[in-house]
């Protein structure tokens, strides 16, 4: 009997947290009063940038989001490269630079994750110091 209350509880537990997900997730394909979705315009970005990436720029954002677990990699790439492309983009840039992709980075991360960022940042021998406004 206690082996069977058990069970319902952990699915009741784990149904919840996946609906949780499914919920946030269903807001990001929501469309936002413009007519497009959180979704949409990271594609966007992510395309009309996509001429601007070099290889050195590419390899500099698979290693940034290598601590992410790989489920969840594509997803993270994504949001940050749109992040970047969109501050390329504004800044009318030639190329992607290494001072687009840290703030993309930075901007795109959130708040809960800067301290994991910042560790990667250090562990990488990238000074931040220039960036300190950002993780406000």
Not at 1 to 26: A, E, H, N, P, S
Not at 56 to 72: G, Q
Not at 98 to 110: E, K, L, M, N, V
Request: charged share 30%; aromatic share 14%.
């Amino acid at each position: 009997m206690w082996f069977i209350i058990f069970w319902c509880v952990v699915l009741v537990g784990l149904f919840g947290i996946g609906g949780f997900f499914m919920f946030r997730k269903f807001l990001k394909v929501f469309p936002k009063a413009d007519g497009k979705s959180t979704l949409d315009w990271e594609e966007h970005y992510v395309n009309e940038s996509l001429h601007l990436w070099n290889d050195e720029a590419k390899e500099l954002l698979n290693e940034l989001v290598s601590p992410v677990p790989e489920l969840f990699r594509d997803v993270a790439k994504q949001k940050i490269g749109s992040k970047i492309g969109q501050i390329a983009l504004e800044d009318r840039a030639k190329t992607i630079s290494f001072d687009h992709i840290i703030r993309g980075y930075i901007i795109a991360t959130p708040k809960r994750d800067h301290k994991f960022l910042r560790r990667k940042l250090d562990s990488m021998e990238i000074d931040i110091t220039p960036y300190e406004h950002l993780f406000d």
